[in-house]
C-alpha cells in the first residue's frame, strides 16, 4: 500500500507540477482571453444580468433546467473544501503573494470556462431519455473529426467517470465526517448514512431534482459563509489596508520569515496561487461544460457569459474572502504545511467572539462538500451516459450513493493524491480541445454580437 501512495505521489507530483498542467492551464487562459479579446471583461455586466437579474430563458427553448440552475449546479461542484483548506495551503506554502495568482489564474480562467460552456451548448446532443448531454467528451470527439477527436472525448470520459468518485464523492464525505467528529463528536457511521441518504434523494431524480436543490441551496451557503467571513474582516477592519498590500507586494518579492513562516519565494507564489486557484474553480478540467449543456438556452454565447461568473464568484469572491480572515488575523505566521488545514478556523476562532468561528467553518465545510457531492455526481453520470449509453446512468448513480457512505468511513489518504490524477487526466485532453477549437468559439461569439438584429443587454435595452 505505501509503494502505491508512493507512486501517486509521483505521478500527481509530475502532473500538477510547474512543467506539465499548471503552465498548460495558465496558457490556455491566456491564449483564450487574447483570442476571445478580453470576453470576460467586455461582457462582464452583461453575464452578470442573464445570470441573477433573468434567470431564465423562455421554457420552450432546448434544455432541461434554467441557465441559472445551471450555473448553480457548477457552483455546486467548485465551491468545495478547496476554497476553505486548498486556500489555506496556497498560503502556507506560497506566501500572501499566492493569492494574487489565484486571483490572476480566476480572471483568465473566466475565459477557459466560457469557452468550455459554449462547447458545451454548441455540441450538446439528446440522449434516449429525452434528456440534453454535453461537455467535453462531445465537443471532442464531433469538433475534432478523425481518430484524435474519438481518442480525446473517450479519454475524457473515462477519467471524468472515475474522478468522480474521488475529489466529487468519498474524499468531501470523508471530510464532512471528520469535522462533524471533532466539533460535536458524532461517529462517522452515523454521518456517513445521513449525508448518504440526503444525497441519495437528491441525485436519484437527476439533473431537474439537482438544479432545484443547488439554486435554492448553494446561494445561501455562500452568502451563510461570506457573513461569518465578513464579520471577522469588520472586527480586523484596520488591518485590511495592509493585507491587500502584503498580498500585491509578495506576489512580485516573495515572503521573507515572519513568526512560525518560513518565508516563500516568486515562484512559489506564482506555483501554489496558480494550482490551488485551478483547483478552486476546475477551469480547464472541462467540467462545466456538462452542466452548462442541460441549460435551456437560445444561443451557446449566452450560456457560456452565464457559466463564466461561476469562475469570479468562486475565486474572485469566497477564495478572496477566505484568505482576507487568514491574513488580517495573522494566522498564516504561525506555521507551515502541517498547521494549514487548521488556518481558517484558526482566523475565525480569532476573529469572532465566542464560538462561532468554528461553527461557521464547521458548518461551511459540510455544506460546501455536499454541494460537491450533488455537482459531481451529474459530472460523472454524464460521462458514463457518453461511454456506455442511458442504461448506465442508474447504475452509475446507485454505487456513488454507496461510495458517499464509504468515503464516510474510511482512511482516504490514497485517494485525495488518486484524485489529482485523475483531474489531471481530465484536464489534458479538454485542454487540446479548447486550444483547436478555440477560434471556432471566437468566430461564433463575434457573429453573435455582431449579426443577430437584437441583443439584449441589462436593463432590456436593445439596439439593431
Not at 470556462?113 to 471532442?140: I, N
Not at 477592519?237 to 518579492?253: K, R, S
Not at 468511513?409 to 487540446?432: E, H, I, K, Q, R
Request: charged content about 15%; proline content about 3%.
Amino acid at each position: 500500500m505505501e509503494s502505491l501512495e508512493n507512486l501517486l505521489s509521483s505521478v500527481s507530483g509530475f502532473v500538477w507540477g510547474p512543467w506539465l498542467l499548471i503552465p498548460l492551464l495558465l496558457a490556455t487562459g491566456l491564449y483564450l482571453t487574447i483570442l476571445l479579446r478580453g470576453v470576460q471583461f467586455r461582457h462582464f455586466r452583461l453575464a452578470f444580468w442573464l445570470a441573477f437579474i433573468k434567470r431564465k430563458e423562455t421554457d420552450d427553448v432546448d434544455g432541461d433546467i434554467a441557465h441559472y440552475q445551471a450555473l448553480t449546479t457548477a457552483l455546486a461542484a467548485t465551491v468545495g473544501v478547496g476554497n476553505i483548506a486548498g486556500v489555506a495551503t496556497a498560503i502556507a506554502l506560497g506566501g500572501p503573494g499566492a493569492v494574487f495568482w489565484m486571483w490572476f489564474t480566476g480572471l483568465v480562467g473566466m475565459a477557459t470556462k466560457y469557452s468550455e460552456a459554449f462547447l458545451g451548448v454548441r455540441f450538446r446532443r439528446t440522449d434516449a431519455a429525452g434528456e440534453q448531454s454535453g461537455g467535453p467528451m462531445h465537443y471532442l470527439r464531433q469538433g475534432i473529426k478523425g481518430r484524435l477527436g474519438w481518442f480525446l472525448g473517450g479519454f475524457f470520459a473515462v477519467a471524468g467517470a472515475v474522478a468522480a468518485f474521488g475529489i466529487g464523492n468519498m474524499v468531501q464525505a470523508n471530510t464532512v465526517a471528520e469535522n462533524v467528529k471533532s466539533e460535536w463528536g458524532l461517529e462517522p457511521w452515523l454521518t456517513g448514512l445521513i449525508v448518504t441518504l440526503l444525497a441519495a434523494f437528491v441525485i436519484l431524480g437527476g439533473i431537474k431534482s439537482i438544479g432545484r436543490v443547488t439554486s435554492a441551496f448553494v446561494p445561501l451557503m455562500i452568502i451563510f459563509y461570506i457573513v461569518g467571513a465578513t464579520g471577522v474582516l469588520a472586527f480586523r477592519i484596520e488591518e485590511l489596508p495592509a493585507a491587500f498590500g502584503l498580498i500585491f507586494t509578495d506576489a512580485f518579492t516573495g515572503t521573507s520569515a515572519t513568526g512560525g513562516f518560513v518565508g516563500a519565494g516568486v515562484a512559489a507564489a506564482i506555483r501554489y496561487g496558480v494550482a490551488r486557484g485551478i483547483f478552486s474553480n476546475e477551469s480547464g478540467l472541462g467540467t462545466g461544460g456538462i452542466a452548462a449543456a442541460a441549460a435551456k438556452t437560445t444561443h451557446p454565447v449566452r450560456q457560456a457569459l452565464v457559466s463564466m461568473t461561476q469562475t469570479f464568484i468562486d475565486t474572485l469572491v469566497v477564495v478572496s474572502f477566505t484568505a482576507l480572515t487568514i491574513i488580517v488575523t495573522g494566522v498564516w505566521t504561525t506555521g507551515g504545511e502541517e498547521q494549514a488545514a487548521t488556518f481558517t478556523a484558526r482566523a475565525f476562532d480569532e476573529g469572532l467572539p465566542g464560538e462561532w468561528g468554528s461553527l461557521i467553518v464547521t458548518l461551511g465545510v459540510i455544506f460546501f462538500a455536499f454541494s460537491t457531492v450533488l455537482g459531481w455526481s451529474y459530472y460523472g453520470e454524464r460521462c458514463m451516459e457518453y461511454l456506455f449509453g442511458r442504461r448506465a446512468v442508474l447504475p452509475y448513480r446507485v454505487v456513488f450513493i454507496v461510495a458517499i457512505y464509504v468515503g464516510s468511513v474510511s482512511t482516504l489518504t490514497a485517494v485525495w493524491t488518486f484524485s489529482d490524477v485523475m483531474n489531471g487526466l481530465m484536464a489534458l485532453p479538454n485542454l487540446v480541445g479548447l486550444v483547436i477549437l478555440g477560434p471556432l468559439v471566437w468566430r461564433e461569439t463575434r457573429a453573435y454580437f455582431q449579426e443577430r438584429p437584437k441583443v439584449e443587454e441589462p436593463g432590456e435595452v436593445t439596439r439593431p
